[in-house]
């Protein structure tokens, strides 16, 4: 579908289409943070209150570093991102390996990914980089590192097979779907390919692990439970957006305000996904 839509309908609508996705299924999985730290706050010593201050203060923090410090936090964007991509996705089926590799392989995947959507979308990202930053760059080695990171992964999957640590199936399923990124990265615009990836690859999953953790099942009810509940968070994000842009439209791009309000949900989203997994493992 998604290169369907990419070699009969303008570019434009693909950026059109992208952001509706993202700023539904996207800001859902990564805005509905709330009732999961109701949830493992349950299941903890610490209180929601404490919690949810936590949570407000890492969400201050990221905006306030993306405007004050914006090629840090761009940085730190992406750092966060790769690690939290990865984990989504191999978190199930890497559990059998030793910690600190499955931690090395969630983050070099994750970085993997970007890449390779970096790596065939370089002018676009070197100008979105320069609209953030005011940061000219000539060049993000993209294919070096694609290459360093391909190898890294390589070499933690021989392992984790060799220690039958992983089935050869899986090892295959992934090798198809990096085939399918990569047809998909280079025949879509920056947003429409990450669009893709980011939606039906990523959050989409993170949502429906989600709901089994909060509801314990993902029957109907529970799913229309979570859809009901996550609405007003859903729309204080969207308000939230709208308030930044209104503030900030004269001083900087919107690509500069789009990161950092994603930023800004991201930061915490990945600590709390990452408690959750961890509790998940308990």
Known sequence: MGLWITSLLPEAFELFLGFILIFTFGMVHGSNDIMIVDKLSKKTNSTFFKTLSTYLMVVTAAILIFYFIPLLALVLFILFSAYHFGEQHWEEVLSNLILPLRKIFFFCYGLLILYLVFLFNVEAVIEIIYEITSLKLNDIYASEVTQILFVILFLITGYAVYKKQIAIKSVLRELFSLLIFGIIFNSSSLIWGFTIYFIFWHSIPSLLDQITFIYGDLKKKSILKYVKAALPYWLVS????????????????????FFAFIAAVTFPHVIVMLRMFSKKRI
């Open 238 to 257: 969207l308000v939230g957006i709208a308030v930044l842009f209104l503030i900030f439209k004269h001083e900087k791009h919107f690509h500069s305000l």
